[in-house]
């Protein structure tokens, strides 16, 4: 009997093992005998989304902040090919709970996030200043907004 339990468990795990290999296009998820990938999609660049609710009447002085310090590091980062591309999206919340800001950078892939530290802390100290430079645009900011949430997703192309 005991070995029917581990004989069915070999087979569900060895099912699930190529279910989860179907859900990815990436090269290296498929064996050598598969002539098509089974993903509907094609995998694209990676995104941080950064969803953001400014304070009452803050909206423009929370724009003009980023106009300074995001867009200066945003735009060197980009030209040092760090990052693909940054959008500030801008719309109305839809209720007092949403964000009224969606902050993007696009990156190139998962691994453009390996080391990033060791490469934007440069260009921050660079465009904007030392640690305390940093802290006080970051207290500056915190006045100006609320960060609701960060997630990464990625982009992805429909077959």
């Known amino acids: 009997m005991n070995n029917s339990k581990l004989f069915l468990v070999s087979i569900l795990t060895f099912a699930l093992a190529r279910l989860c290999t179907a859900q990815t296009s990436s090269p290296a998820a498929t064996t050598t005998t598969t002539t098509s990938i089974m993903a509907p999609y094609t995998e694209g660049p990676v995104w941080e989304l950064t969803m953001v609710r400014t304070k009452p009447g803050m909206d423009d002085d929370y724009l003009k ?5 995001y867009k200066s590091t945003s735009e060197e980062a980009k030209k040092q090919g760090i990052i693909m591309d940054y959008k500030i999206m ?3 919340a839809a209720n007092k709970d949403d964000y009224n800001i969606l902050l993007m950078v696009e990156y190139k892939n998962m ?7 060791q490469k934007t802390d440069p260009i921050a100290q660079k465009m904007i200043g030392g640690e305390e430079q940093l802290r006080q645009g970051s207290v500056k900011r915190g006045e100006l907004r609320e960060i609701l949430g960060s997630k990464t997703m990625r982009e992805v192309t429909l077959k």
């Open 111 to 117: 691994a453009a996030f390996d080391g990033l530290r």
């Open 65 to 69: 902040n980023l106009a300074q310090a």
């Open 90 to 92: 801008l719309g109305d």
